[in-house]
């Protein structure tokens, strides 16, 4: 190929690589972007060709062409183990699994995986090209890293220098909550957890933030804190129908509390939901199955992960110039509990 003309091409394929195509993209057509670009068709066609050829990009006879990414990314899954199993909190198991899920799915279309326990094992892989961390775990996790190495974290980190990717949990239960009141019920209790951690504090600001939209204040005897388990959800739920004011509506912080509440209602011969509408939080596997299937909130756990890998390959490609907070938006899954 002349030299002029490969100049050309090389000039051309780095336009198209800075677009900041996300991972598994459809690419414009050929036509498209040589209007869009002003170069020949022919030359598009090179530049698709040697990127198909580069594992950069996927030809799908028929459909188009998709960005893959650099088939030399390697992402360093930062998990420990134990907080897959930990008794105390017993569905962290799905959570990280649905986010793996995630990551692997992205993985598929040219991004190669490792797990890794520790900070020790990540730092094995300091200083090699195209090698980036996803966080599964808290942010004292990553404390130990080069400063250059891409990095990004998965959950709650207001105040990291990295990328994030969190899901909206506030206006997940401000959705959930104003859906129970506008069904018609009118004392919307709240069992959650313990506010000092942040997650749990904005699903608390969620639920006030509901009531706030229908006109009503919070009322203390309809609030209720506890740690995280059935078993405390339905000692909480106890507490609950004992103060005097009884709910016709209960949002929980998590489909775990509310499985517990559940059991505290039909208890004291309260019927779900004719007697009091019960709403869950995360739409764990069990949550449709359960004896009077429970409407939730679904966490968007497996798209978290895909996202994280989208981010990092990003970060590795010198497109982001300050950290980024992605957020995602839980859905209502409307079932028979309320």
């Not at 489909?255 to 995360?282: E, I, K, S, W």
Request: glycine share 10%; hydrophobic share 40%.
């Amino acid at each position: 190929m002349p030299a002029r003309l490969q100049t050309r091409t090389e000039r051309f394929k780095g336009i198209l690589l800075r677009r900041e195509f996300q991972i598994g993209q459809k690419i414009p057509s050929e036509r498209e972007l040589a209007i869009r670009h002003n170069v020949s068709r022919a030359t598009i066609g090179r530049v698709i060709s040697e990127l198909v050829a580069e594992g950069v990009v996927e030809r799908k006879w028929g459909k188009g062409c998709y960005y893959l990414g650099r088939r030399d990314m390697t992402v360093l899954v930062l998990l420990q183990l134990r907080l897959m199993t930990q008794a105390a909190n017993p569905t962290s198991w799905f959570v990280y699994l649905d986010t793996l899920k995630g990551i692997l799915a992205a993985a598929r279309d040219g991004v190669n995986v490792n797990l890794c326990e520790s900070t020790a094992e990540v730092l094995k892989f300091a200083g090699k090209p195209r090698h980036g961390v996803i966080c599964l775990g808290g942010a004292d996790m990553v404390a130990g890293l080069p400063p250059d190495m891409p990095c990004v974290l998965v959950n709650h980190h207001p105040e990291s220098p990295y990328p994030t990717v969190v899901c909206d949990v506030r206006n997940g239960v401000l959705l959930g909550t104003r859906h129970l009141l506008e069904s018609g019920r009118r004392r919307v209790a709240y069992i959650g957890g313990p506010l000092e951690h942040l997650s749990q504090k904005l699903r608390y600001e969620g639920y006030g933030a509901a009531l706030a939209e229908a006109g009503q204040t919070l009322d203390s005897r309809l609030t209720v804190t506890c740690l995280y388990g059935d078993a405390e959800g339905e000692a909480a739920g106890q507490r609950l129908l004992d103060s005097g004011v009884r709910p016709d509506a209960i949002m929980c912080a998590d489909d775990l509390r509310a499985v517990g509440v559940f059991r505290a209602l039909t208890a004291r011969g309260l019927r779900v939901p004719a007697d009091v509408a019960l709403l869950g939080f995360d739409d764990i596997p069990e949550a449709a199955t359960f004896e009077v299937p429970l409407s939730t909130l679904h966490y968007p756990r497996v798209e978290m992960g895909e996202r994280a890998v989208q981010i990092l390959a990003r970060a590795m490609n010198g497109e982001l110039h300050e950290p980024v907070r992605d957020v995602l938006p839980m859905t209502l899954v409307l079932r028979d509990s309320g």
